[in-house]
C-alpha cells in the first residue's frame, strides 16, 4: 500500500509538476495575449486619445461657431426689428399715400366736370362771339352807311359854310388860313 501510495503520489506530483508547467505555459502565454492586448489597447487608447482630442478641439470650434451663431441670431432679431418698424412706417405711408390718391381722383373728377362746363362755356362764347361778330359786321355796315352820310352831310355844309367862315375870317383877323 505505501507503494501504490507512493506511486499515487508520485503520480500526483507528476500531474502536479504537469500541471504547474502548463500553468506556467499558460500564464506565459496569457501574459503575452494580455502584453499583446496591452499592447493593442494602448494603441487603442491612443488614437481614441487623438480622436478624443480631435473631437475636444472640434467641439470647440463648434461652440465658438454656436456664441457666433447666437451673436449673429441677436444682431438678425435687431434687424428683423427694425425692419418690421420700417414696415409699419411703409404701411402708414401707403395709406397716406392711398388717401391721397382718393382725394387727386376727387379732384380729378371735379376737375373733369370743371373742364366740362368749361367747355360749354368756351362752346356758348365761340357762339355768343359768332352772333356778336355777325352783329358788329352789321351794325359796322350800318355805322359805315350813317358815317357816308354824316360825310356828305359835312362836305355840303362845308360847302355852304365855307365861304362864309373864308370872309369872316378875314373880317375878324384881316386874312384867312382855309384858302
Known sequence: MQEKETQKSNTLEKIVENLAVSMTQGFEKIEGQIDTLAISMAKGFEGLNKRLDIVESDIVEIKSDIVEIKSDIVEIRSEIVEIKSDIVEIRSEIVEIKSD?????????????????????????????????????????????????????????????????IKLEEKVFGNTTLV
Do not use: C, Q, W
Not at 108 to 131: F, G, H, P
Not at 137 to 146: L, N, T, W
Not at 154 to 159: R, S
Open 101 to 165: 390718391i382718393v382725394e387727386i381722383r376727387s379732384e380729378i373728377v371735379e376737375i373733369k366736370s370743371d373742364i366740362v362746363d368749361m367747355k360749354s362755356e368756351i362752346s356758348d362764347t365761340k357762339s355768343d362771339l359768332r352772333s356778336f361778330k355777325t352783329e358788329v359786321r352789321e351794325e359796322f355796315g350800318k355805322v359805315h352807311e350813317r358815317l357816308d352820310e354824316i360825310n356828305e352831310n359835312t362836305e355840303a355844309i362845308i360847302k355852304d359854310y365855307h365861304p362864309r367862315i
